[in-house]
């Protein structure tokens, strides 16, 4: 064992090494080396774990760290690889079984035998009571042919990946100016990704087994305070700070099937007006309506349900809550890559959101349409099918009359009105493309899956109420039907539920383009300031 002293800081004239720790730290490395010699292993200490990433899930392997060197033990590997360990005291040495291979250790050498081959590992083998230790490297070198499994130890991130789990590299860079920054994620394979923001962060959420990433330690000041791995298999954030306004996505894919994903972070306009003043809780008014017709920039999904509650469960205990967040990431994705457009999740993980703050979600970031997924059931066993509903919101309601609007005073002088639309009025203007929006959901979902029978249905909906742009709410299929509880799980159900969607808002939005082919996403001010 090479003895390492740690060089001391220059004197600076206000510190030195004391002499007593110098010669206690002097006395622990001798009788470690001692210790090695004489065919004896240093007293061992935790150290930081191993992560097992495998296709089945992520399990964690402790490591040892004996002297300057970290080890593994051999009881820990075998319950993770099915390795069978057999020890042979009078020979100093135990072997181990795995698919029919031997591999053969001994104590103090640094050479094992791999099924009568010679292989030289980092680290002599070593012995702490009953427990044997071996070096990492024994992993990728001794395991994996003998158990015959690709075996990848990457040291930088602490991770174990096996056989074919996915785990890409993500070099992460971060630059920027005054007005805005760039987070740009560097992908190596490529894999599917998408972006939804959670009030001050950015979630980036990975379709992995396991996320192997180098973080940078820059930020971008009012922009960017860190970016961070929050769950390593497949969750990432970006921190915003007060100056964020909002944010835009793109991809490119690069050599060797890597992938380069690029966050664009932009400042908030520095003319923007606070309007806390204005609030009128709960809920919030919407904020200046879309122009019905407009063709959809901004498409909301809402994974109904979340957290505490659950939704509907089916005979075999699935949740709604993880169906409908299931069915809306893969949703999202599909949406970005055929139309090109933003989508946002009122929820991109398990947690409660109320009904009015889905709505909020989508109205405060000016969404021009807002699909709501749920899953169904009923008493009645055999009940079936998907259904698609748009807003009921009965026969007296669009009488009521609208509240006169705001006045606001802008940066330039003088002053600004802008129309407030009540909340329970806010989808009244909406219902007749809300109805076209569901039917075209309906008659796409009828082609590939098993409706209802009634389709498309009007019901008063409190997801929908306060909804400022064109909305409507999926009931993908009844979990209260065992058959069809098993289909709502199955990737491949999944899958032809979210190609009829796709469908039906390519179709919907293009008959809006035809519609109105040169109106805005959201109706500009005109000379005086009025929004028309």
């Known amino acids: 064992m090479a003895l390492r002293w740690p060089r001391p800081a220059r004197y600076d004239g206000r510190s030195v090494i004391p002499t007593r720790a110098r010669l206690a730290a002097l006395a622990l490395l001798v009788s470690q080396a001692l210790a090695v010699a004489g065919g004896q292993t240093p007293p061992a200490r935790q150290a930081a774990s191993l992560t097992v990433v495998s296709p089945g899930g992520l399990a964690s392997l402790p490591v040892a760290a004996v002297g300057d060197r970290e080890m593994i033990a051999l009881g820990d590997l075998a319950s993770l690889f099915q390795i069978a360990i057999r020890e042979d005291a009078a020979a100093g040495g135990v072997t181990l079984s795995c698919k029919g291979r031997t591999v053969a250790l001994t104590q103090g050498q640094n050479v094992v035998s791999v099924s009568g081959k010679l ?8 012995r702490e009571g009953r427990r044997w230790l071996v070096p990492i490297d024994f992993l990728n070198r001794a395991v994996a042919p003998a158990c015959e499994t690709r075996v990848d130890v990457r040291s930088r991130s602490r991770l174990v990946v096996v056989g074919d789990a996915r785990v890409p590299r993500i070099e992460v860079t971060v630059d920027g100016t005054v007005g805005a920054a760039r987070v740009v994620f560097d992908l190596t394979p490529r894999a599917a990704h998408s ?73 908030a ?74 989508v946002l999740l009122t929820r991109g993980d398990d947690r409660a959101v109320e009904p009015d703050g889905r709505t909020a979600l989508a109205n405060n970031n000016r969404a021009t349409m807002l699909v709501s997924l749920h899953a169904n059931a009923s008493l009645r066993p055999d009940a079936r099918g998907a259904i698609v509903y748009y807003l009921d919101a009965g026969a007296e309601a669009p009488d009521r009359p609208a509240p006169p609007g705001a006045i606001l005073p802008t940066l330039g002088g003088g002053s600004r009105e802008i129309a407030a639309v009540p909340w329970e009025l806010a989808q009244l203007r909406f219902v007749p493309l809300s109805a076209t929006l569901a039917t075209m959901i309906s ?50 159900y999944q899958g032809r539920l979210v190609q009829a969607m796709v469908e039906a808002l390519t179709r919907f939005r293009a008959s809006l383009d035809q519609a109105h082919p040169a109106a805005p996403a959201f109706a500009p001010a005109g000379p005086d300031g009025r929004v028309p």
Do not use: C
């Open 119 to 126: 292989v030289s590992l980092a680290y002599p083998v070593a």
């Open 195 to 267: 972006v939804t923001q959670e009030s001050n962060r950015l979630l980036v959420r990975f379709d992995t087994d396991a996320i192997d990433a180098a973080l940078p330690a820059v930020a971008v000041p009012g922009l960017v305070q860190a970016v961070r791995v929050i769950d390593v298999a497949n969750l990432m954030t970006i921190d915003l700070g007060p100056r964020f306004g909002t944010y835009r996505t793109s991809a490119q894919s690069t050599a060797a099937g890597g992938e380069r994903f690029v966050v664009e972070i932009v400042a």
């Open 269 to 342: 306009a520095t003319e923007s007006l606070p309007l806390t003043d204005l609030a009128v809780p709960p809920p919030p008014p919407p904020p200046p309506a879309a122009v019905p017709g407009a063709a959809p920039t901004i498409i909301v999904i809402d994974p109904g349900h979340g957290g505490d509650d659950a939704g509907a469960r089916g005979p075999a205990g699935t949740a709604e809550k993880d169906v409908t967040i299931s069915v809306a990431r893969r949703l999202k994705s599909a949406i970005e890559a055929r139309l090109g457009v933003r």
């Open 443 to 492: 008659d796409e979902l009828k082609s590939r899956v098993e409706v209802g029978v009634r389709p498309v249905e009007q019901a008063p909906l409190r997801v929908l109420v306060g909804a400022n742009m064109p909305a409507a709410l999926v009931e993908l299929g009844f979990l209260s039907n065992a058959e069809q509880e098993q289909q709502l799980v199955s990737e491949a």
